[in-house]
């Protein structure tokens, strides 16, 4: 019998899931076993038709610490260690990005390293008073992972950006607000709350409309503005012979809030 507590933990409530990131006592710190289970999780997401949103949080003091160095510290080889760690969990993120369903993480304590990363690529982010954002990784002697270094550019800039990694100064959530590294910035204890209302705002909205507005968004950076033009052009159309956006004009002229049901 294994009494070993999983390391990644899904439970899905209606339309709505959570993902739960499980090593409270190593601080949420990711190892081999839950970059797998990650990976997992969000495959099977993938492939789930009913969910609509996703909230990301960690289980704890913490959303997440970073990497488990004392991963690194006890391997003899850190090279394979290293991608032991890196493969599966970019294969997470990478999963997670290109989702269906919004992903909301919900942020409290620590949120460093690979834990920073997670959360930037996460489409929205809600983090309650007192968290505290650090890259983290200049600290240990090496370079972003998870993403970290596509994603803060693109949200912060490149040269504030630069800042923060090669510094690894710590950033408020007042800070991470302002430089809207997070969506929301709630009191204390008030981020799973906050991170429900969302969840159940993209839950109520048109599926299509919310899944286009996702890709659309993230795959503007690969594309040129003929090829964006073109990706609007097709979304649009298609979604306009679904029965949520003829919904949408009736209630629009009717005077009333539509009733969206992915069709």
Known sequence: MNDVAPTALLTINGAIAEVCLNRPKALNAINVEMAIALRDIF????????VRAVILRGEGRV?????????FREASDKHAAAEALIGPIH?????????????????????????????????????????VFNMAY?????????SGSWSLPRIVGVRRALEIALLSDDVSAEQAMSLGLINRHVDKGQHEIEAK??????????????TNIKKLMRQSYNNNLSQQLDAE??????????EDF??????????????FRGL
Do not use: W
Request: net charge negative; aromatic share 4%.
């Open 63 to 71: 959303f997440m610490a970073g990497g488990d160095l004392n991963y």
């Open 91 to 131: 294969d997470a993120v990478s999963l997670m990005a290109g989702l269906p369903q919004i992903v909301i993480a919900c942020l409290h304590g620590a949120v460093a390293g690979a834990g920073m990363s997670l959360a930037m690529a996460a489409d929205l982010a809600v983090a309650e008073q007192g968290t």
């Open 197 to 210: 209302k969302l969840a159940e705002r993209i839950v109520a909205s048109s599926p299509a409309a919310m």
């Open 43 to 50: 495959a099977e997401l993938a492939q789930n038709t009913e």
């Open 233 to 242: 052009a097709e979304a649009f159309a298609t979604t306009a012979t679904g």
């Open 138 to 146: 200049a600290k240990v002697g090496n370079s972003p992972d998870c």
């Open 246 to 259: 003829s919904e949408a004009i009736e209630a629009f002229f009717e005077r009333r809030k539509p009733v």
